[in-house]
């Protein structure tokens, strides 16, 4: 079954979610405290994730997997700040051990990151790139004007919306003066703000297909104002997150050198932006990030067939 807004797609997941408790619940609560019941024992529960899983698997087969050894391998120090690392909906340990050995090795004036969260990896990004510039993105810190902003959008993880503390790792500390907090939706953001040159691009922000796809495109419309190489990342590359894996087949079937990293949920590319073959893929997708208006916003993403 496909994740839909439509009105019968809703009515079916809440049939599906009906349960003793969740009537409980919505005697005691109300009807919104009922209805919210049922949305999370449908999350928990997970009906379809079997076939979607299986799916996931066969697209996640189609990028090669690597070592992290062989992408430059672990620098001489990584520096971690733990707090907020636990924290659900946080980067993995082992994951972020690999973005920050990535980030290290590229040497960056500034990095971009995609989904601040708590700011756990942001702050250790800031940590381990003392001579950088980090900018981070998210959508604004209040809920209800999150959920506004992104009304009707293909997007996920919604329940991780209500429950962030937007920058909490890294506010208040030293580390903040070099770090640069953008609030707003990444489909229709406008990046032309930053002027610092980006050379690390960290893509975790909602995990659909089209997000996946609009949020690379403006890091390549960054890359290109850098001029040089680059490392794009891009966390969730799993079975789970069929979207991001989709968008990742695409660019390598466009001759671009996307791997996925061992033992991780981590994609990651490198390259020259200045390299004529990277360039005609670039300039073939100039202009293309989707905005939330576009008709192209709904577009099928690459067949698996």
Known sequence: MAV???YVTRAAKDILSLS???LIRMSLGGFKEGHKSLHDTYRAVSPFSPLKEGEGRKVLALIPEVSLESL???PEQVTLDMRYVDVNGATPFRDLIAILSLAKNQHPRAALEFGTYFGSTTANLALNLPSAIIHTIDLPEDSETAAALIEGQPVDDLHLISGRKLGKSFRGTAIEQRIVQHQ???ATYDYSVIHDPVTVFLIDGSHTYEYARNDTLHCFDLAQE???ECTFLWHDCDCHCLGVTTWLVEMIRA??????VQDTSLACMRLDVRDPQVQKVMHSWQGQALQASHPAWQSEPLSQA
């Open 72 to 74: 430059g391998g672990f």
């Open 184 to 186: 707003g939706d990444t």
């Open 20 to 22: 003793l408790a969740s």
């Open 4 to 6: 839909s807004g439509s």
């Open 226 to 228: 850098a001029q040089g």
């Open 255 to 260: 001759g671009l050198p996307v791997v996925r």
